[in-house]
Protein backbone atom coordinates (compact mmCIF):
# COMPACT_ATOMS: atom_id res chain seq x y z
CA UNK A 1 0.00 0.00 0.00
CA UNK A 2 1.31 3.53 -1.07
CA UNK A 3 0.84 6.74 0.41
CA UNK A 4 1.80 9.81 -1.76
CA UNK A 5 2.56 13.56 -0.15
CA UNK A 6 3.23 16.09 -2.06
CA UNK A 7 6.95 16.82 -1.00
CA UNK A 8 6.14 20.68 -0.16
CA UNK A 9 3.67 23.15 0.89
CA UNK A 10 4.83 26.83 1.31
CA UNK A 11 2.15 29.70 2.40
CA UNK A 12 2.04 33.48 4.62
CA UNK A 13 1.14 33.36 8.41
CA UNK A 14 -2.48 33.79 8.93
CA UNK A 15 -3.02 31.56 5.52
CA UNK A 16 -4.73 28.00 5.83
CA UNK A 17 -2.61 24.96 5.37
CA UNK A 18 -3.89 21.70 3.77
CA UNK A 19 -1.68 18.91 2.96
CA UNK A 20 -2.98 15.75 1.20
CA UNK A 21 -2.00 12.40 1.78
CA UNK A 22 -3.31 9.82 -1.41
CA UNK A 23 -3.85 6.44 -0.95
CA UNK A 24 -6.06 3.75 -2.80
CA UNK A 25 -9.66 3.82 -0.63
CA UNK A 26 -7.62 5.35 1.83
CA UNK A 27 -11.31 6.94 2.98
CA UNK A 28 -11.45 3.00 4.79
CA UNK A 29 -8.75 3.15 6.99
CA UNK A 30 -7.93 4.79 9.68
CA UNK A 31 -5.28 7.90 9.14
CA UNK A 32 -2.72 9.22 11.64
CA UNK A 33 -0.63 12.54 10.60
CA UNK A 34 2.48 13.39 12.82
CA UNK A 35 4.87 16.50 12.69
CA UNK A 36 8.49 16.79 12.93
CA UNK A 37 10.01 19.97 13.28
CA UNK A 38 14.09 19.62 12.46
CA UNK A 39 16.17 17.82 15.06
CA UNK A 40 13.03 16.78 17.09
CA UNK A 41 11.19 13.39 17.11
CA UNK A 42 7.77 12.97 15.48
CA UNK A 43 4.80 14.19 17.27
CA UNK A 44 1.19 12.91 16.60
CA UNK A 45 -1.63 15.76 15.45
CA UNK A 46 -4.06 14.24 14.40
CA UNK A 47 -5.25 10.57 14.68
CA UNK A 48 -8.00 8.28 13.33
CA UNK A 49 -8.93 10.64 10.11
CA UNK A 50 -9.81 13.56 12.50
CA UNK A 51 -9.24 13.66 15.87
CA UNK A 52 -6.62 15.29 18.01
CA UNK A 53 -4.80 13.96 20.97
CA UNK A 54 -4.65 17.01 24.13
CA UNK A 55 -2.74 19.41 24.20
CA UNK A 56 -2.61 20.12 20.32
CA UNK A 57 -4.61 23.17 19.46
CA UNK A 58 -7.48 23.34 17.47
CA UNK A 59 -6.21 24.84 14.13
CA UNK A 60 -5.21 21.32 13.70
CA UNK A 61 -7.73 19.47 11.83
CA UNK A 62 -8.41 16.10 9.53
CA UNK A 63 -10.77 14.58 6.89
CA UNK A 64 -10.60 11.77 5.02
CA UNK A 65 -13.06 10.76 2.01
CA UNK A 66 -12.23 8.77 -1.20
CA UNK A 67 -8.53 8.54 -2.19
CA UNK A 68 -7.70 11.22 -0.02
CA UNK A 69 -6.59 12.32 3.59
CA UNK A 70 -6.12 16.22 3.86
CA UNK A 71 -4.57 17.66 7.58
CA UNK A 72 -5.76 20.97 7.16
CA UNK A 73 -3.65 23.56 9.89
CA UNK A 74 -5.57 27.13 10.12
CA UNK A 75 -3.62 30.40 10.85
CA UNK A 76 -0.74 28.93 10.27
CA UNK A 77 2.29 30.30 12.10
CA UNK A 78 6.30 30.46 12.12
CA UNK A 79 6.45 27.41 15.07
CA UNK A 80 4.10 25.16 12.24
CA UNK A 81 7.16 25.12 10.21
CA UNK A 82 7.64 21.22 10.05
CA UNK A 83 7.57 18.16 7.83
CA UNK A 84 4.52 16.50 8.31
CA UNK A 85 3.95 12.70 7.72
CA UNK A 86 0.53 10.85 7.44
CA UNK A 87 0.16 7.01 8.29
CA UNK A 88 -2.05 3.71 8.21
CA UNK A 89 -2.03 0.19 8.86
CA UNK A 90 -2.14 -2.24 6.11
CA UNK A 91 -3.08 -5.67 6.99
CA UNK A 92 -4.04 -5.05 10.12
CA UNK A 93 -0.25 -5.40 11.33
CA UNK A 94 1.95 -3.26 8.78
CA UNK A 95 2.58 0.36 8.78
CA UNK A 96 3.03 2.38 6.23
CA UNK A 97 4.10 6.37 6.11
CA UNK A 98 3.56 8.72 3.63
CA UNK A 99 6.69 10.56 2.05
CA UNK A 100 6.27 13.55 3.78
CA UNK A 101 5.62 17.39 3.37
CA UNK A 102 7.55 20.08 4.28
CA UNK A 103 5.39 23.08 5.24
CA UNK A 104 7.26 26.25 4.55
CA UNK A 105 6.10 29.59 6.45
CA UNK A 106 6.92 32.25 4.34
CA UNK B 1 3.46 11.61 31.32
CA UNK B 2 5.02 8.77 29.73
CA UNK B 3 8.58 9.25 28.47
CA UNK B 4 10.87 6.71 25.76
CA UNK B 5 14.53 6.88 26.40
CA UNK B 6 16.57 4.83 23.31
CA UNK B 7 20.24 4.01 24.05
CA UNK B 8 22.73 2.36 22.44
CA UNK B 9 26.33 2.49 20.73
CA UNK B 10 26.06 5.00 18.17
CA UNK B 11 28.19 3.30 15.75
CA UNK B 12 28.20 0.10 14.41
CA UNK B 13 31.13 -2.07 12.40
CA UNK B 14 29.61 -3.26 9.04
CA UNK B 15 28.15 -7.18 9.42
CA UNK B 16 27.73 -7.08 12.77
CA UNK B 17 24.92 -6.67 14.79
CA UNK B 18 22.86 -3.56 16.03
CA UNK B 19 21.35 -3.60 19.41
CA UNK B 20 19.40 -0.53 20.88
CA UNK B 21 16.68 -0.65 23.97
CA UNK B 22 14.04 1.96 24.64
CA UNK B 23 13.30 2.37 28.42
CA UNK B 24 9.66 3.10 29.87
CA UNK B 25 8.92 5.79 32.61
CA UNK B 26 5.84 3.97 33.62
CA UNK B 27 4.06 0.54 33.59
CA UNK B 28 2.50 1.03 29.87
CA UNK B 29 4.55 -2.55 28.86
CA UNK B 30 2.48 -4.27 31.32
CA UNK B 31 -1.28 -3.11 29.87
CA UNK B 32 -3.15 -4.45 27.00
CA UNK B 33 -3.94 -0.81 25.69
CA UNK B 34 -0.76 -0.34 24.41
CA UNK B 35 1.41 -2.18 21.55
CA UNK B 36 5.16 -1.25 20.75
CA UNK B 37 7.52 -0.44 17.97
CA UNK B 38 10.29 0.81 16.17
CA UNK B 39 10.56 3.30 13.11
CA UNK B 40 13.81 4.57 12.22
CA UNK B 41 14.66 7.86 9.85
CA UNK B 42 17.75 7.63 7.64
CA UNK B 43 19.56 11.12 6.84
CA UNK B 44 17.45 13.68 5.31
CA UNK B 45 15.12 10.95 4.68
CA UNK B 46 11.36 10.47 5.56
CA UNK B 47 10.19 7.39 8.16
CA UNK B 48 10.29 3.94 8.01
CA UNK B 49 8.78 1.11 9.96
CA UNK B 50 10.72 -1.57 11.24
CA UNK B 51 8.86 -3.54 13.62
CA UNK B 52 5.75 -4.52 16.09
CA UNK B 53 5.12 -6.27 19.04
CA UNK B 54 1.79 -6.93 20.26
CA UNK B 55 0.80 -7.61 23.76
CA UNK B 56 0.21 -11.12 23.23
CA UNK B 57 3.79 -11.25 22.43
CA UNK B 58 3.48 -11.35 18.53
CA UNK B 59 5.45 -9.67 16.32
CA UNK B 60 5.40 -7.82 12.74
CA UNK B 61 8.34 -6.95 10.94
CA UNK B 62 8.46 -5.10 7.80
CA UNK B 63 9.00 -7.49 4.72
CA UNK B 64 12.42 -6.26 3.90
CA UNK B 65 13.44 -6.33 7.18
CA UNK B 66 12.37 -9.39 8.17
CA UNK B 67 15.07 -12.02 8.07
CA UNK B 68 17.36 -9.68 10.25
CA UNK B 69 15.27 -7.70 12.84
CA UNK B 70 13.88 -8.85 16.46
CA UNK B 71 11.70 -6.68 18.70
CA UNK B 72 11.29 -8.24 22.33
CA UNK B 73 9.59 -6.79 25.24
CA UNK B 74 10.93 -7.05 28.91
CA UNK B 75 8.18 -5.43 31.65
CA UNK B 76 10.19 -6.44 34.70
CA UNK B 77 12.93 -3.87 33.19
CA UNK B 78 10.24 -2.03 31.14
CA UNK B 79 12.37 -1.91 28.57
CA UNK B 80 11.79 -2.60 25.00
CA UNK B 81 14.66 -3.78 22.60
CA UNK B 82 15.84 -4.08 18.95
CA UNK B 83 18.21 -6.52 17.39
CA UNK B 84 19.11 -5.87 13.81
CA UNK B 85 22.08 -7.92 12.15
CA UNK B 86 24.07 -7.77 9.51
CA UNK B 87 24.05 -4.19 9.06
CA UNK B 88 25.24 -1.88 6.27
CA UNK B 89 25.68 1.46 5.70
CA UNK B 90 22.32 1.43 4.77
CA UNK B 91 21.42 0.89 8.04
CA UNK B 92 22.17 4.45 9.17
CA UNK B 93 19.14 6.08 10.67
CA UNK B 94 17.95 8.01 13.49
CA UNK B 95 16.38 4.75 15.27
CA UNK B 96 12.85 5.55 17.48
CA UNK B 97 10.62 3.42 19.76
CA UNK B 98 7.22 4.55 20.32
CA UNK B 99 3.96 3.15 22.15
CA UNK B 100 0.87 2.19 19.84
CA UNK B 101 -1.94 3.43 21.47
CA UNK B 102 -4.95 1.14 20.40
CA UNK B 103 -7.70 3.15 21.70
CA UNK B 104 -6.65 5.87 19.77
CA UNK B 105 -6.83 3.73 16.50
CA UNK B 106 -3.15 2.22 16.43
CA UNK B 107 -1.59 5.79 16.55
CA UNK B 108 2.05 6.17 17.78
CA UNK B 109 2.05 8.23 20.50
CA UNK B 110 4.77 9.23 22.06
CA UNK B 111 7.98 8.55 20.21
CA UNK B 112 11.35 8.63 22.07
CA UNK B 113 13.79 11.27 21.46
CA UNK B 114 15.91 8.65 19.13
CA UNK B 115 19.19 7.67 18.80
CA UNK B 116 21.67 8.35 15.72
CA UNK B 117 23.32 4.70 14.80
CA UNK B 118 25.93 5.34 12.33
CA UNK B 119 27.36 1.61 10.20
CA UNK B 120 30.92 2.36 9.51
CA UNK B 121 34.14 1.12 10.24
Known amino acids: YVLTQPPSVSLAPGQTARMTCGGR??????VHWYQQKPGRAPVLVVF???DRPSGIPDRFSGSNSGNTATLTISRVEAGDEADYYCQVWDSDSDVVFGGGTRLTVL | QLQLQESGPGLVQPSETLSLTCSVSDDSLSKNRYYWGWIRQPPGKGLEWIGNIYYNGNTYYKASLKSRVTVSVDTSMKQLSLKLTSVTAADTAVYYCVRIVVPAAMSFDPWGQGTQVTVSS
Open chain 1, 25 to 30: NIESKS
Open chain 1, 48 to 50: DDS
